[in-house]
């Protein structure tokens, strides 16, 4: 069994900034990418940042220079640094991981998603 608990978000003003964590555990061999999708009232899930295993980064067109995807001290341990927040930023953050468990299954898994509010 494995889950990601995230931590972070809420209410913020516009140009404000907000950390997201998400945390992978259980029967975990090796994580493959992980990083966080959005989604916005009305609006299709979006990919907003992701990291491999590798350490190479991807993000999205609209975040670039404002968010940062890295790795932290806790084991199997991301955060999204998300910074100059916009309005249109406003979306439910789900953290997703791509990984190898134990039993060699290559899994998809998300998180129960948290709330960024970014008012104008």
């Known amino acids: 069994q494995v889950q990601l608990v995230e931590s972070g978000g809420g209410d913020v003003q516009a140009g404000g900034s907000l950390r997201l964590s998400c945390a992978a555990s259980g029967s975990i061999f090796s994580i493959n990418a992980m990083g966080w999708y959005r989604q916005a009232p009305g609006k299709q899930r979006e990919l907003v940042a992701l990291?491999?295993?590798?350490?190479?980064?991807n993000y999205t067109d609209s975040v670039k220079g404002r968010f940062t995807i890295s790795s932290a001290n806790a084991k199997n341990t991301k955060c999204l640094q998300m910074n100059s927040l916009k309005p249109e930023d406003t979306a439910v953050y789900y953290c997703?991981?791509?990984?190898?468990?134990?039993?060699?299954?290559?899994?998809?898994?998300w998180g129960q998603g948290t709330q960024v509010t970014v008012s104008s």
């Open positions: 997703y991981a791509r990984l190898t468990a134990q039993t060699m299954r290559t899994l998809d898994v």
């Open positions: 990291i491999t295993g590798g350490g190479s980064t």
